[in-house]
């Protein structure tokens, strides 16, 4: 059975998806519209905008990734990254002596992430265009997948979440981002584009629809999942699953989106103190393992164990 079938529900979602192609989603998510590149004003591809862009990312769009990333904590193991966009994550693994493969549907992003590593004299194993839903790379191969807000776009998540899993080690981790149902998916997805803009009406009622069409910075993606939490477990259920858990408020808390303005800081710091970002944050955090991991026994902790 098909997983997918209980994140796209209906025939009429089902076929929309089949007739999709990666090379619509490869289309799509090319030139200007490979993400980060409108993090900087600085002088596109040079050292300057690559590193503008990473600060940002780090400490404006994105606060929680760098630990979320573990980017210190992978020295000398076989890492890969699917989805790697301009290169900015793959240059923290490298700058800590991961030994870097990275892969993207389209030679953009390939292309980027090659000039970013080059302007920094980093090595890597290698950086090619690949699909996360047919991964040339052999069985166990890798100590780490690291995947970050791609799986939800491409046509069949289970089977990209089921090539993850093929190519770690025994031993292996994966750490993913996934959409999640946050505040901004109620109030801006559903509740002003879906309903107050008339979207919900203009697509016959399919959700799905409303999601691809206001989703991304462009609009108009081929496919953008936004995931329960039962969704997600339901994707990992092959794997021992270590955390998942919403983080990130984003525009408004975080940073100001398209120029505009911020909620005052105070604000923001109160709902991160009561860490309603647990509730309301639009990411997924997923960390999982090939290895199961055996549970203990209390009663062990108490009377057996020293």
């Known amino acids: 059975m098909n997983d997918n079938k209980s994140i796209i529900k209906s025939k009429e979602e089902l076929d929309t998806r089949e007739k999709l192609s990666i090379k619509q989603i490869r289309q799509y998510w090319s030139g ?11 002088t596109p591809l040079t050292l300057q905008w690559f590193n503008d862009i990473s600060k940002k990312r ?14 210190n904590n992978h020295f000398e193991e076989k890492i890969l990254e699917i989805g790697c966009g301009i290169g900015t994550d793959a240059v923290e693994y490298a700058n ?3 030994d870097v ?6 030679e953009d ?11 920094r004299n980093l090595k890597y194993n290698e950086i090619s265009a690949g699909n996360c839903e047919n991964l040339k790379f052999n069985d166990e191969s890798f100590d780490l997948v690291y995947c970050f807000g791609v799986l939800h776009h491409t046509l069949d998540i289970s089977k990209g979440v089921s090539e993850i899993k093929r190519v770690l080690k025994k031993d292996g981790e994966a750490i993913i981002m996934l959409y999640s149902r946050g505040w901004k998916h109620y109030i801006k997805r559903c509740f002003i584009n879906g309903i107050i803009k008339g979207k919900i009406f203009k697509y016959n009622f399919d959700w ?21 939490k039962k969704q997600v477990l339901n994707l990992f259920k092959e794997f021992n699953t270590i955390s998942v858990e919403k983080d990130r408020l984003g525009e408004f808390f975080d940073y100001k ?20 970002e647990k509730l309301f944050g639009e990411n997924w955090k997923i960390k999982v393992s090939k290895k199961p991991i055996l549970k203990g026994k209390i009663k062990d902790v108490l009377f057996k164990h020293y």
Do not use: H
């Open 208 to 228: 799905q629809k409303v999601y691809n069409e206001v989703s991304e910075v462009y609009g108009g993606s081929p496919q953008t999942l936004v995931l329960t």
């Open 32 to 42: 200007k519209k490979v993400p980060q590149q409108w993090y900087s004003n600085k």
């Open 109 to 119: 992003q390939v292309n980027l992430t090659r000039l970013n590593f080059k302007l």
């Open 96 to 98: 800590n002596g991961a």
């Open 101 to 106: 493969t990275a892969i993207d549907l389209g």
């Open 257 to 276: 989106p398209y120029n505009t303005s911020m909620f005052f800081k105070f604000i923001s710091k109160v709902f991160y103190f009561f860490s309603f």
């Open 58 to 71: 780090y400490s404006v769009y994105y606060s929680y990734l760098k630990n979320f990333c573990e980017f």
